[in-house]
């Protein structure tokens, strides 16, 4: 009788323990439909493993939070869950969660930063999308730890912040996206342009303020050429440039312009105006594309 009654205990435990492994296998494995087609996820810093299950089950990623604190326990017991924005399909399952929020795979947003905008600009490009504060690119920008060693007269990383889309994480630090950029440059600048710059009788820093001014003084591609060869001559010459753009630059970083020029502008005291000054203005006036 006691024989029997153990059996069917043990019998009763093997089904109950077979019926749990089917039950998480499934919580584990399947994949979870009825999602949109991208779903985006952020965890937190300092975020436990048992808040973060239930924010996945909040957002119908996931069905169970005990499955999930039991996956990571048997599966990733050593991994923390990283920090950070993620986007997963419309169809996913736990264990392609828990591999990407352990390995840190986070969301990449895609970036694009247009031909001709001002540092200030880009940094609030960066804030209006929620990547990076305002103050915090800035704070990178003007810091020439990031480009003395290759333009010591720079008092920013203005005109080397070069247009290109590029991909973020939400939480890259303002510093490595102006690296990231001021890096781009630098791989674009490449030795024949250099050498063409040393042909014009220009360095880098001067080759990049003339691009500046010719970006700012017309975007269509076929009119550069035309604008180049007029500044080229000006300058051979010693004549004043005339270019609009570099008066705007400079009443913006007065704060004094209210979106168009008035004749009186012209006559502004101020290293940027090149209808005042011959020569080059001390530094770009944006950041210029190829």
Known sequence: MIRKAVRIALLLAIAVL????????????????????????????????????EELRLKGLIRST?????????????????AGEYSFPGMVAMRDILDALTKGRTYLHPVTIREGLTGEETGREFERLGLVPFSEFMAAFSDPELFA????????????????TYHFSRLTPGREVVERMVGQFQSVFTDDWRQRSLELGMSVREATILASLIEKETSREEEMKLVSSVFHNRLRIGMKLDCDPTIIYALKL?????????????????????????????????????
């Open 18 to 53: 077979l019926a749990v492994a089917i039950w998480f296998s499934r919580q584990y494995r399947q994949l979870r439909p009825g999602l949109p087609a991208e779903a985006l996820f952020e965890v937190r810093k300092g975020q436990t493993v048992t808040g973060i299950a």
């Open 149 to 164: 060693s290759w333009d010591p007269e720079g008092r920013n990383a203005e005109g080397y912040l070069f247009p290109e």
């Open 66 to 82: 005990t499955a999930f604190r039991l996956a990571h326990r048997l599966y990733h017991h050593s991994q923390s869950l990283k």
């Open 254 to 290: 007065a704060g004094e312009y209210e979106g168009r020029l008035r004749s009186r502008d012209l006559r502004l005291d101020s290293p940027y105006n090149t209808y005042r000054r011959a020569g080059l203005p001390p530094g770009p006036i944006c950041n210029p594309g190829r």
